[in-house]
């Protein structure tokens, strides 16, 4: 119960009509009257009809205007207890889609039939059918249906698109980045059941996600609860209200996109889903007609009332000295006014003016906060908007978007905190023309991130599985369409935050202001081992791959014109500054301008073994065991750089102190200007490393055919299998064509050596067979690292300005490494002391190794014409090597403009491998001016070396030795300058001034 003092809403009531206890519902429509009068007209009180006779059967046309309130102020109307009433659905005027109506309510006469016809509402509309009461439990309860038609606008936030192509499976998508690339449950799986063929599924409103929160918020409407009696989860929820649909569908021969009519609503025992078309209206003003899910909900009389609102009427106005808490829906058609402690909402407050106070908090916690005209809260502490996840063991998915909307032109949207203001991927939005949105915190003001986690796990035995992980920072959003103001007292941050205004964007702090990325990261693991047997062999394969990847998701402050300003330090880490028009950063203390951290390791794995019998290509075989092994890593980090531009105005980038610019990119279609004590402009490494080893091993027995016949046979044999694995018929019969010439050289190889004659001893080579046994193993490992460097530019359409104006004695300097200005018209460069033009510098090395060593002993026997023979035989071989090199190359730094480049330098201008190009260059150099060019170098060296060694003999007829060896070495040294530093002018030529040295 709650305290006194304290406001708690967990129930609300509604207005009814009630129709007779007998006969049927009207036999016409009813339509009423469009516009404000409809509002008007069914808000409060009673009229009482005429007790005669039957309701006309015309449609009623109430008059308009002021007349029309005077005449129904609403309510209850009873109606004649006699005759009957239409027999055509309530059709309440389509313009009432932006109300919400009151609900109408049907009482299941005791004789007579209900209505036949589909029963169609408009978007808000409620209906109520109630049942004959019952005996439950010894309890008389009184059964409802209640309906509530769901809200078919389209939307129009970055949260949602709209495809109305007809190869498209639904008009509305969810960002899938939103709901972290999960598949969301959707009418598909209903429509599978219901129909066999594809091409007859109605096309639907929404993908999963969406047509979920469609469901959820009808049953907190017709509930005021967000689960249904039985259900404590959406998605399961969700598909047992389908399945039960099913289930009716199939028991009733429903058909799908046909809404249920009053006597077949009677006729359901439970809570379903159903399917029906709704036309909808695109935003180019064509239409479609799509399927939306229809929540049918069987309650009893005295549960929450049906609209699920907690409180409405025309003017809600509340105060309270302790909470306001709202669970369900607080409605007032113009004002909702809200005063409070503390005040809590996880439902929905909706209104055309919204203004909420609290003493102390004020938290919307995965609630909507909407109105047509006006949203205004202000907190003495903090404001906090929070959208919820949900999760099923380790994964976890947006489940409740927090949103605070306005949607009419000229609308105001105002959060103010004296304190802290918390945003967690909430969403703010004013749609409206010409709006004015403020967020001010007297303290912090942060757009915070909620992070998702999303798992798939296959296993099919221990070793054979896949796992991925998904996790993903999901930031706050924040659209206008007319101006939009962010201040905070203190700090402001921003995380993977999207914060676009249609007009004017501003955003101001006391202290700091952090544009930062979130990050997304996704962790593959993939593994498999297959194994076959034959009858004498046995062979398996395992691979292993792992892919684990960081990415960074970028705050962006967009407008047409964008300034941001804070009074101490601007950081912008991997993010985005886009206007159409000017675009002003200004900071106190440092301004800079920075990369975000991003990741990517791979891991490759593969092993392939054999035991047992094999082949060795020709006529023989092999019994033994052969194995080889790669294995490969590869680890990139890598910079996800800023981007800061105007596509049309200029950009102004000032510090106070020093202004920094690291792997980052600045672009105005018109004019630039850079200012600081001293600024510099410097390069991103991104890394890159690989690792590769391999590794073969093979042993064994090997019996195989030898001598003159012998070989030819082989050849035979191995241009036939060749010819089996051609896939072309052509050379398929070309290989064939070979086999059998082979075959046809070993016949030749026989005649020849019988004519020889049987008296030639040496003649005993004819055909033969040996017996070996070896081993050879070999390794080898290859490691490479680069590092590339990711230079920043200034390039502008007109005139590009950078001062460093340092103070008496110190600062002062303009520092480029690596760094590309391009302006199309002037570039200048004004350094109270130095300025430093240097190039970055690009690396490689390569470090290699291999090995390898083996032997073999083996016996032969051989028969000819001249007789048999036996042949033993002995190798051995070994070799190893090695490689290394490394390489180093330059960015060079260079300014380029359209016509004049000047260098004005209080000290020094040193440019090493830096190029000056322009129209015309003008220097003044007070001191020294140096130029000097950076040379390309590559080192390589390689050595290896190989030795072997063979021993055979022949019994009766001596023997041979072999015995081989190599050596191969080579190093490699190169220096070139490949860009040369130095300022080239056009027509307009030079007008260098040096007060000392110039050095070339």
């Given at each position: 119960?709650?305290e006194?003092?304290?406001?708690?809403?967990?129930n609300?009531?509604?207005n009814?009509?009630?129709?007779?206890?007998r006969?049927?519902?009207?036999?016409?429509?009813?339509?009423?009257?469009?516009?404000?009068?409809?509002?008007?007209i069914?808000?409060?009180?009673?009229?009482?009809l005429?007790?005669?006779?039957?309701?006309?059967?015309?449609?009623?046309?109430?008059?308009?205007?002021?007349?029309?309130?005077?005449?129904?102020?609403?309510?209850?109307v009873?109606?004649?207890?006699?005759?009957?009433?239409?027999?055509?659905?309530?059709?309440?005027?389509?313009?009432?889609?932006?109300?919400?109506?009151?609900?109408?309510?049907?009482?299941?006469?005791?004789?007579?039939?209900?209505?036949?016809?589909?029963?169609?509402?408009?978007?808000?509309?409620?209906?109520?059918?109630?049942?004959p009461?019952d005996?439950?439990?010894?309890?008389?309860?009184?059964?409802?249906?209640?309906?509530?038609?769901?809200?078919?606008?389209?939307p129009?936030?970055?949260?949602?698109v709209?495809?109305?192509?007809?190869?498209?499976?639904?008009?509305?998508e969810?960002?899938?980045k939103?709901?972290?690339?999960?598949?969301?449950?959707?009418?598909?799986?209903?429509?599978?059941q219901?129909?066999?063929d594809?091409?007859?599924?109605?096309?639907?409103?929404g993908?999963?996600?969406?047509?979920q929160?469609?469901?959820r918020?009808?049953?907190?409407?017709?509930?005021?609860?967000?689960?249904?009696?039985?259900?404590?989860?959406?998605?399961?929820?969700?598909?047992?209200?389908?399945?039960?649909?099913?289930?009716?569908?199939?028991?009733?021969?429903?058909?799908?996109?046909?809404?249920?009519?009053?006597?077949?609503?009677?006729?359901?025992?439970?809570?379903?889903?159903?399917?029906t078309?709704?036309?909808?209206?695109?935003?180019?003003?064509?239409?479609?007609?799509?399927?939306?899910?229809?929540?049918?909900?069987?309650?009893?009389?005295?549960?929450?009332?049906?609209?699920?609102?907690?409180?409405?009427?025309?003017?809600?106005t509340?105060?309270?000295?302790?909470?306001?808490?709202?669970?369900?829906?607080?409605?007032?058609?113009?004002?909702?006014?809200?005063?409070?402690?503390?005040?809590?909402?996880?439902?929905?407050?909706?209104?055309?003016?919204?203004?909420?106070?609290?003493?102390?908090?004020?938290?919307?916690?995965?609630?909507?906060?909407?109105?047509?005209?006006?949203?205004s809260?202000?907190?003495?502490r903090?404001?906090?908007?929070?959208s919820?996840?949900?999760?099923?063991?380790?994964?976890?998915?947006?489940?409740r978007?927090?949103?605070i909307?306005?949607?009419n032109?000229?609308?105001?949207?105002?959060?103010?905190?004296?304190?802290?203001?918390?945003?967690?991927?909430?969403?703010?939005?004013?749609?409206?023309?010409?709006?004015?949105?403020?967020?001010?915190?007297?303290?912090?003001?942060t757009?915070?991130?909620?992070?998702?986690?999303?798992?798939?796990?296959?296993?099919?035995?221990?070793?054979?599985?896949?796992?991925?992980?998904?996790?993903?920072?999901?930031?706050?959003?924040i659209?206008?369409?007319?101006?939009?103001?962010?201040?905070?007292?203190?700090?402001?941050?921003?995380t993977?935050?999207?914060?676009n205004?249609?007009?004017?964007?501003?955003?101001?702090?006391?202290?700091?202001?952090?544009?930062?990325?979130?990050?997304?990261?996704?962790?593959?693991?993939?593994?498999?081992?297959?194994?076959?047997?034959?009858l004498?062999?046995?062979?398996?394969v395992?691979?292993?791959?792992?892919v684990?990847?960081?990415?960074?998701?970028?705050?962006?402050?967009?407008?047409?014109?964008?300034?941001?300003?804070?009074?101490?330090?601007?950081?912008?880490?991997?993010?985005?500054?886009?206007?159409?028009?000017?675009?002003?950063?200004?900071?106190?203390?440092?301004?800079?301008?920075?990369?975000?951290?991003?990741a990517?390791?791979?891991?490759?794995?593969?092993?392939?073994?054999?035991?047992g019998?094999?082949?060795?290509?020709?006529?023989?075989?092999?019994?033994?065991?052969?194995?080889?092994?790669?294995?490969?890593?590869?680890?990139?980090?890598?910079?996800?750089?800023?981007?800061?531009?105007?596509?049309?105005?200029?950009?102004?980038?000032?510090?106070?102190?020093?202004?920094?610019?690291?792997?980052?990119?600045?672009?105005?279609g018109?004019?630039?200007?850079?200012?600081?004590?001293?600024?510099?402009?410097?390069?991103?490494?991104?890394?890159?490393?690989?690792?590769?080893?391999?590794?073969?091993?093979?042993?064994?027995?090997?019996?195989?055919?030898?001598?003159?016949?012998?070989?030819?046979?082989?050849?035979?044999?191995?241009?036939?299998?060749?010819a089996?694995?051609?896939?072309?018929?052509?050379?398929?019969?070309?290989?064939?064509?070979?086999?059998a010439?082979?075959?046809?050289?070993?016949?030749?190889?026989?005649?020849?050596?019988?004519a020889?004659?049987?008296?030639?001893?040496?003649?005993?080579?004819?055909?033969?067979?040996?017996?070996?046994?070896?081993?050879?193993?070999?390794?080898?490992?290859?490691?490479?690292?680069?590092?590339?460097?990711?230079?920043?530019?200034?390039?502008?359409?007109?005139n590009?300005t950078?001062?460093?104006?340092?103070?008496?004695?110190?600062?002062?300097?303009i520092?480029?490494?690596?760094?590309?200005?391009?302006?199309?018209?002037?570039?200048?460069?004004?350094a109270?002391?130095?300025?430093?033009?240097?190039?970055?510098?690009?690396?490689?090395?390569?470090?290699?190794?291999?090995?390898?060593?083996?032997?073999?002993?083996?016996?032969?026997?051989?028969?000819?014409?001249?007789?048999?023979?036996?042949?033993?035989?002995?190798?051995?071989?070994?070799?190893?090597?090695?490689?290394?090199?490394?390489?180093?190359?330059h960015?060079?730094?260079?300014?380029?403009?359209?016509?004049?480049?000047?260098?004005?330098?209080?000290?020094?201008?040193?440019?090493?491998?830096?190029?000056?190009?322009?129209?015309?260059?003008?220097?003044?150099?007070?001191?020294?001016?140096?130029?000097?060019?950076?040379?390309?170098?590559?080192?390589?060296?390689?050595?290896?070396?190989?030795?072997?060694?063979?021993?055979s003999?022949?019994?009766?007829?001596?023997?041979?030795?072999?015995?081989?060896?190599?050596?191969?070495k080579?190093?490699?040294?190169?220096?070139?300058?490949?860009?040369?530093?130095?300022?080239?002018?056009?027509?307009?030529?030079?007008?260098?001034?040096?007060?000392?040295?110039?050095?070339?």
């Amino acid at each position: 119960m709650a305290e006194a003092g304290e406001v708690t809403f967990t129930n609300a009531t509604i207005n009814a009509i009630t129709l007779p206890n007998r006969d049927i519902p009207t036999d016409r429509p009813l339509v009423s009257p469009t516009g404000q009068q409809t509002e008007q007209i069914l808000s409060s009180g009673a009229v009482a009809l005429p007790n005669r006779d039957a309701l006309t059967e015309h449609p009623i046309f109430s008059p308009i205007g002021q007349q029309t309130e005077q005449i129904l102020s609403s309510g209850t109307v009873a109606l004649p207890n006699r005759d009957a009433l239409t027999e055509h659905p309530v059709l309440p005027p389509v313009q009432q889609t932006e109300r919400v109506l009151p609900p109408v309510t049907v009482t299941l006469p005791n004789s007579g039939t209900l209505d036949e016809r589909p029963l169609v509402l408009p978007t808000g509309q409620q209906f109520e059918l109630t049942l004959p009461s019952d005996t439950v439990k010894g309890q008389n309860v009184e059964p409802l249906i209640r309906i509530v038609a769901p809200d078919t606008r389209l939307p129009d936030n970055s949260l949602f698109v709209v495809q109305p192509g007809s190869d498209s499976h639904y008009l509305v998508e969810t960002d899938p980045k939103f709901t972290q690339y999960k598949k969301w449950l959707g009418t598909d799986y209903m429509q599978q059941q219901l129909t066999r063929d594809p091409a007859l599924a109605h096309k639907r409103l929404g993908d999963g996600f969406y047509e979920q929160r469609l469901v959820r918020d009808q049953i907190t409407q017709l509930t005021g609860q967000r689960y249904l009696t039985g259900h404590n989860n959406d998605e399961t929820q969700f598909k047992a209200l389908m399945e039960a649909g099913v289930a009716f569908s199939k028991q009733q021969q429903l058909t799908p996109g046909i809404a249920l009519s009053p006597s077949q609503m009677a006729l359901l025992t439970s809570d379903i889903i159903w399917l029906t078309n709704r036309t909808v209206t695109l935003p180019n003003g064509t239409t479609q007609v799509v399927a939306v899910p229809q929540v049918y909900a069987r309650v009893n009389k005295g549960d929450l009332t049906g609209d699920g609102a907690l409180l409405s009427g025309k003017n809600v106005t509340i105060n309270s000295q302790k909470d306001i808490t709202n669970s369900g829906t607080i409605r007032g058609r113009e004002v909702t006014q809200l005063t409070a402690n503390n005040l809590i909402n996880s439902g929905f407050i909706q209104s055309g003016r919204v203004d909420l106070t609290a003493r102390q908090n004020i938290t919307n916690h995965g609630g909507q906060i909407q109105g047509r005209d006006r949203v205004s809260a202000q907190a003495d502490r903090d404001i906090t908007s929070a959208s919820t996840l949900r999760g099923e063991g380790a994964d976890r998915w947006l489940d409740r978007p927090a949103g605070i909307y306005v949607q009419n032109d000229n609308g105001t949207l105002s959060l103010k905190a004296l304190n802290n203001i918390h945003l967690t991927a909430s969403d703010v939005e004013n749609a409206g023309k010409d709006g004015q949105t403020e967020i001010t915190a007297g303290l912090d003001l942060t757009l915070d991130t909620l992070r998702t986690h999303r798992t798939e796990n296959s296993d099919w035995g221990s070793d054979n599985y896949r796992h991925l992980t998904q996790e993903r920072d999901i930031g706050s959003q924040i659209t206008t369409a007319g101006n939009l103001a962010l201040r905070a007292g203190n700090n402001l941050n921003a995380t993977a935050a999207n914060v676009n205004a249609g007009q004017q964007l501003t955003a101001q702090a006391g202290n700091n202001i952090t544009l930062d990325a979130g990050t997304a990261s996704s962790d593959l693991i993939e593994h498999s081992k297959q194994t076959s047997k034959g009858l004498l062999s046995k062979s398996s394969v395992e691979t292993h791959d792992e892919v684990h990847e960081r990415r960074a998701q970028s705050t962006t402050l967009s407008g047409d014109r964008v300034t941001v300003q804070t009074g101490n330090n601007l950081n912008i880490i991997g993010s985005n500054v886009a206007g159409t028009q000017n675009v002003n950063l200004a900071a106190g203390n440092q301004l800079t301008i920075t990369t975000a951290d991003e990741a990517r390791h791979e891991t490759h794995f593969k092993q392939e073994k054999k035991s047992g019998l094999m082949g060795t290509g020709g006529i023989g075989f092999t019994v033994g065991k052969a194995s080889q092994k790669s294995t490969t890593d590869i680890d990139s980090n890598l910079n996800k750089g800023s981007t800061v531009g105007s596509s049309q105005g200029s950009v102004t980038l000032n510090a106070g102190k020093q202004l920094n610019l690291h792997g980052s990119d600045v672009v105005a279609g018109r004019d630039m200007q850079l200012s600081g004590q001293n600024i510099n402009i410097t390069s991103a490494e991104n890394s890159h490393t690989a690792i590769t080893k391999t590794e073969q091993k093979q042993s064994g027995l090997t019996v195989a055919l030898s001598g003159t016949a012998g070989g030819a046979l082989n050849s035979a044999v191995q241009t036939v299998q060749a010819a089996n694995n051609e896939s072309d018929s052509r050379l398929k019969a070309l290989q064939g064509t070979k086999a059998a010439l082979s075959g046809v050289q070993a016949v030749q190889a026989a005649r020849l050596a019988d004519a020889k004659g049987g008296d030639d001893k040496a003649n005993n080579n004819l055909i033969g067979v040996n017996l070996s046994y070896g081993s050879q193993s070999s390794r080898s490992e290859l490691k490479q690292h680069q590092t590339t460097q990711q230079g920043s530019s200034l390039m502008t359409g007109d005139n590009l300005t950078l001062t460093a104006a340092g103070t008496p004695d110190q600062n002062g300097d303009i520092r480029i490494q690596g760094g590309q200005l391009q302006a199309g018209k002037d570039l200048q460069l004004n350094a109270s002391r130095d300025i430093q033009l240097s190039s970055s510098q690009n690396t490689e090395q390569t470090t290699g190794k291999n090995s390898s060593r083996g032997g073999s002993l083996g016996v032969g026997f051989t028969a000819g014409p001249g007789g048999t023979g036996i042949n033993l035989s002995a190798s051995a071989n070994y070799g190893k090597g090695r490689e290394s090199g490394n390489g180093v190359s330059h960015n060079e730094t260079t300014l380029d403009a359209g016509q004049t480049v000047t260098l004005n330098a209080g000290r020094d201008a040193t440019l090493k491998g830096a190029q000056v190009s322009g129209e015309q260059i003008t220097a003044d150099v007070k001191r020294h001016l140096t130029l000097s060019s950076e040379q390309d170098s590559n080192r390589y060296d390689m050595k290896q070396q190989n030795v072997s060694v063979g021993v055979s003999a022949t019994i009766g007829s001596g023997g041979s030795l072999n015995l081989s060896a190599s050596r191969d070495k080579i190093h490699s040294n190169f220096d070139s300058v490949q860009e040369q530093t130095g300022l080239f002018a056009g027509q307009g030529g030079y007008q260098v001034k040096v007060g000392e040295h110039t050095q070339l």
